[in-house]
């Protein structure tokens, strides 16, 4: 009965130390929280009934997403709600609008897909909709493929008509409505072809020049839009092109599908439109209805990362900054860099792809970043649709395509390339994942200057994930060795855990996380907590972050009460860090003017031979498996046989570099007044952070970027000036943006 009990015990423990809670976190990718999807389509409308505008987010992947307004009518703030449309297949709904179509005051839902038209009923509320499909609503329409709909009032009869727009020929019709508010009746009969604006017209009501007549809005699947304004009357609608009010405007994205409405409340229409590529597009009008002035605000749904489509990335410090970069495959087969501009615990992203620029090989790209040749530089390994590999080596100036470099390497259609040292030996192995859901292994058995793949068959054994294999690896069970997390074309992510040499799949640790077509995962740090969190590329174009709970770096705290003893030497002693730190301790690093002298898990440190009448900064750090927290600092001078005592003060600040805040410490030998202030690099006043008397002691402030009237400052060099009676410290630091 013991030993049961013990197993048990064992048993537990390591189910414990590898099982790793992951939440989604859209900020990390998107910090507007709209989602991008390929072929957007924003229709707004007050679908709540709270008195703001939400919207539909319509795309070619699935039905519409809600998207609601949680902020109000003059200042927005979107995030996805309820997914109240996830009854509705795709198939019928790439597009949406709300509208009462049977006069009973709850808003219904027209809608547009691969089925034509379709109505949608709703039996609930506006606030809690049960839609149900009114079949044949529109059976008297040739609308066929894909139409656009929107609906309006333009006859002034009180009923709703229609307007069309036809994805094959770019055609625009209006059907006016012959029945009633109640039972609405559309025929080919009765209808209006507006214009041809060539494929794919997405048209839509509105009455821009507010002049209470319904106009008529156009974006299509070239560049720019087209504009009909009404001139004729209120129940005799004649609309003309003009398109001066909106010109320049989309001429820069494609398949743009619009909507104009006044999401800041001062009386204009605002124009935000959907793309092919997915990020929505915001122009706000600060001018007037006949002399509109176009500004692009890109905060509200900006700051997505969105590759095009069919995202595939892979984390390395392509700069060498000491944090994480993203290089991913697109489906054009460009390779796109993202460049990581935050710290190694926040990041931030910047597209940067020059350097990748003269890859150029089929699409549905895939790479592999590695320095495989040992010379400081990142080569990449390219993989397309085609099924090829393509190594391109890193000069530093550029990358150059070259051959005869990589194995002959025959996987079949949808290579997906990852250098690892899956062999623990020093150099870069190769992986590839292919169409059929298989996933090759070739070991290097050169060096890690002189690389020389070979295929070791069997070893991923008879693992089959499906189609379009994606694989990624990491020690997620803290054994010493390397697992292995797929992505496949239905978006499923699986685990395979690798035990006494031997891949086990887990269905456990992933469990319920998933993405649209084609997962394509990558495991990274990327909160430099300690642990590898999950990110998901798919073939939307963007990323998913699923951050792991194992560990978190968000509580970090440092060691307390430096002291110094002498005898013959110096002992630096201090006391154990305040608990409550996020991340499991692993020892304490020491710091003799700003140089790494060791690490100890002891609470001191032994200096032997400094010299007499020279002042030393000593710094001790408490070291976590998430990264290391702020130094703790004091400045000793020995003054011959003396003891060693503490300067008049001490000046220090971390983290620096910082964004957007950091902590300001220093140290008093005696109680006196002092200053302590913040100055651009003009020398001009920033922020008083202190003034009066201190006590003796050590004093910790944090500044959070501001100035004095509370507006964030811009990033860039800053210098911090402590003040005594006598004395006068500046020390610079660096906010990063």
């Given amino acids: 009965m013991k030993r049961l009990y013990i197993i048990i015990v064992i048993l537990i423990i390591s189910i414990c130390l590898w099982a790793q809670p992951f939440e989604l976190d859209n900020n990390v990718f998107n910090p507007s929280g709209v989602p991008s999807f390929s072929f957007s389509q924003p229709r707004f409308m007050d679908i709540d009934s709270d008195g703001d505008y939400d919207f539909w987010l319509g795309n070619t992947n699935r039905a519409p997403l809600y998207i609601q307004n949680n902020g109000s009518a003059t200042n927005p703030a979107f995030s996805p709600g309820l997914d109240l449309l996830s009854s509705i297949s795709y198939l019928a709904a790439e597009v949406s609008v709300s509208a009462d179509m049977n006069g009973d005051g709850i808003l219904d839902l027209v809608t547009g897909g691969f089925t034509g038209l379709h109505l949608f009923l709703n039996s609930g509320t506006n606030a809690s909709p049960v839609f149900t499909e009114s079949g044949g609503y529109f059976s008297g329409l040739n609308t066929v493929m894909n139409p656009v709909p929107d609906v309006a009032d333009v006859d002034n009869d009180g009923d709703l008509d ?7 020929d770019g055609r625009v019709n209006v059907y006016f409505n012959s029945g009633t508010a109640v039972s609405g009746q559309f025929s080919e009969d009765n209808c209006l072809l507006l214009a041809d604006i060539g494929l794919y017209a997405y048209p839509i009501f509105c009455d821009f020049d507010l002049d209470g007549k319904q106009d008529i809005f156009c974006g299509r699947d070239s560049y720019g839009f087209v504009y009909f ?24 994205t494609y398949w743009n599908s619009p909507d104009l409405v006044d999401l800041n409340g001062d009386g204009q229409l605002d124009l935000v439109y959907g793309t092919a590529s997915g990020p929505l597009q915001y122009y706000v009008n600060n001018g007037t209805a006949q002399n509109p002035a176009w500004q692009q605000n890109t ?6 990362l969105d590759v095009g489509g069919a995202s595939n990335p892979v984390f390395y410090d392509f700069d060498g900054d000491g944090d994480y970069d993203i290089i991913s495959g697109s489906q054009m087969g460009d390779i796109k860099f993202y460049r990581n501009t935050g710290t190694p615990y926040s990041p931030a992203w910047q597209a940067d792809n020059a350097f990748f620029a003269s890859i150029d090989h089929s699409i549905y790209s895939a790479v592999a970043v590695g320095d495989v040749d040992a010379d400081g530089f990142p080569d990449v390994i390219v993989g397309d649709l085609n099924g090829g590999l393509y190594f391109h080596h890193n000069t530093g100036t550029g990358l150059i395509e070259q051959t005869g470099v990589l194995p002959a390497v025959s996987v079949g259609g949808w290579s997906c390339p990852r250098l690892v040292d899956m062999d623990f030996d020093g150099d870069l192995d190769l992986v590839v994942g292919n169409e059929a859901g298989n996933i090759f292994y070739y070991q290097n058995n ?45 978006g499923e992510v699986q685990c395979f855990l690798r035990q006494r040499q031997i891949w086990e799949e887990n269905n456990v640790l992933f469990n319920g996380i998933e993405t649209d077509q084609n997962a394509t995962p990558a495991l990274v740090d990327l909160d430099h907590d300690g642990d590898l969190d999950l990110v998901l590329g798919d073939y939307d174009g963007t990323f998913k972050f699923f951050r792991n709970l194992k560990y978190s770096g968000a509580v970090l ?28 301790f692993e020892h304490y690093n020491i710091y003799l003017d700003e140089v790494f002298c060791g690490s100890t898990n002891d609470n001191f440190w032994i200096f032997s031979g400094l010299e007499t009448n020279v002042t030393y900064l000593v710094s001790i750090t408490a070291q976590y498996i998430a990264g290391e927290s702020m130094p703790v600092t004091m400045e000793v001078i020995i ?22 805040s950091t902590q300001i410490q220093f140290s008093l030998s005696k109680a006196e007044d002092v200053s302590l202030t913040i100055h651009n690099i003009k020398g001009q006043l920033v922020k008083t952070m202190y003034l009066g008397k201190a006590e ?29 009676k006598d004395s006068v410290l500046v020390k610079k630091m660096l906010m990063l943006k």
């Fill in 162 to 168: 229609l307007v069309v727009g036809f994805s094959e």
């Fill in 229 to 252: 304004q009404n001139t004729g009357t209120a129940t005799n609608p004649v609309w003309e092109e003009n398109n001066a009010l909106f010109a320049g405007l989309g001429m820069s």
């Fill in 639 to 660: 003054l011959g046989n003396e003891d060693p005592v503490l300067k008049p003060y001490t000046l220090t600040n971390f983290p620096n570099p910082f964004n957007p």
């Fill in 557 to 584: 705290n440092p060691p307390l009460n430096p002291s110094a003893e002498i005898n013959n030497e110096i002992m630096v002693l201090w006391d154990n860090p305040t608990t409550g730190s996020t991340s499991p």
């Fill in 446 to 490: 050169g060096t890690p200057v002189s690389p020389s793949w070979q295929v070791v068959n069997g070893f991923f054994g008879t693992i089959d994930v499906g189609s379009d294999c994606v694989p990624t690896f990491g020690d997620l069970d803290a054994d010493g060795d390397l697992d292995m997390v797929t992505g496949n074309l239905f």
């Fill in 696 to 724: 003796s002691g050590m004093h910790t402030l944090t500044w959070n970027g501001k100035d004095e009237s509370g507006n964030l400052c811009a990033g860039g060099v800053y210098f911090y000036k402590l003040q005594t």
């Fill in 299 to 304: 905060t509200l749904f900006g700051g997505v």
